[in-house]
């Protein structure tokens, strides 16, 4: 790895990004595993986590715009701390709705703790060219995806975990008969503490246009930034990079349901979806090193293959503990080889003076996705069985990816997949 990639500010970034996504996933993790059949179980009906899912991504699609504008405006750096302070308090809002069994509250710290996380988008994003050279953005980006998966590893194998401490021995009370009501938020504050220590080592970064005037439109930013975006591939490349999130938002909601289809605990159900996270980061570290100094675009349809086949083994093959994690693993490793050529390349793409408002666009692109995932997930579970329902939803995320693959491919493979240099609009 070059020694650029070790540098205070980089660091202190991978630092601050591990520690925001482990606090995210702990807590929407807690939150599906209560309401699938938890201390809140049937409180928002069936395919609830759907609910909850959308509850976290909603905000990042209304303020990505704000927060592309945001970052341009301002030192990346001073957005970054401001958004770790905040999360301090937001954590202490989801210690006292655990800690009183208030469903609502839990929910309306979720929907906190996502709108923070929607302002450092942008900047963490758009302050990754401005710490590394950008021959070394694919191994940047593979670097920070493998943190980010590691920090959604920590955090839902931690959820889960948390989960059968807190919940204790179901009854008909929140906690259960030996829970720890007071543990999942005393985690919370405890990591957003560690966050706000770690940001506070990012290097001085200069604000990208100073002069930038706020449209307060939360559509604004992205419609101008769209027909900027489409004027070059760079369009094309946001919705590619945002489909991944379809996927990944189905993954997601179904994944928890093995805890009841293989009669795993709440501990073993977040280790496959730590596994997922790993294998992603496995994936994006590989992407990286395999990029070299260049940005490989071909890597992304050997990534839609790869993802399509395990997709399609998952909807298939009669699941038993072990061999749902081997291919989850192995969805998720290729799912790496998708995602980090087309983030290099929405970073490479996008004009310095700009570049908060693009990738917040992206962002935004990308949770809208993710939301749809959320939704369409809510939509179809109902109607399969139990024991059917993750099989046959996989198999429908197979066929998505595939779909997507073509359509992508087809308007991209001259621009960027036929090995022409690809120019800044």
Known sequence: ????????????????????????????????????????SGRLGAGGQGIVGLCFTLPFILLSGYAGQFADRNSKRSVSVL???????????????????HLWVVLGALV??????????????????????PGDLSRANGTINMMTNIAVIAGTVAGGII???YYGQPDSTVGGANGVLWLPGAVMVAVAVA??????????????????????????????????????PL???????????????????????????????????????????????????????????????RLVPVGAVGLSVFFVLLGVVPPTFWNVAGFIFGAGFFAGFYIIPLQALLQQLSPDDERGRFLGTANGISFAFLAAGFGL???IKPRFGFDSAPQRIFLISAALMIAGMVYFMLRLRRSVFGGRPILRP
């Open 112 to 133: 906190a703790l996502s709108c923070q996380s929607a302002f450092f988008g942008p900047a963490k994003y758009g302050m990754i060219p401005e710490l590394v050279e």
């Open 83 to 101: 958004v770790k302070v905040i999360e301090i308090p937001i954590a202490i809002i989801a210690l006292v709705g655990f800690w009183t069994g």
């Open 1 to 40: 790895m070059s020694s650029n990639l070790v540098k205070r500010g980089f660091l202190s970034l991978l630092g601050t990004q591990f520690l925001g996504a482990a606090n995210d996933n702990i807590l929407k993790q807690l939150l599906i595993f209560m309401v699938i059949d938890g201390a809140w």
């Open 235 to 297: 369009l094309m490349v946001a919705l590619a990079w945002g489909y991944f999130y379809l996927l990944a938002g189905l993954a997601l909601l179904i994944i928890p349901e093995y805890k009841d289809v293989l009669a795993i605990s709440y501990s073993r159900t977040g280790l496959l979806l730590g596994i997922m996270g790993v294998a992603i980061g496995a994936g994006s570290v590989t992407a990286g090193l395999v990029s070299g100094h260049r940005i490989e675009p």
């Open 377 to 379: 997930f809510a939509i």
């Open 195 to 232: 966050g706000l220590g770690a940001v506070l080592f990012l290097v001085r970064l200069e604000a990208g246009d100073r002069d930038l005037k706020y449209d307060w439109n939360p559509f604004a930013t992205y419609v101008a930034s769209i027909r900027q975006m489409s004027r070059s």
């Open 163 to 165: 989960a059968d401490v």
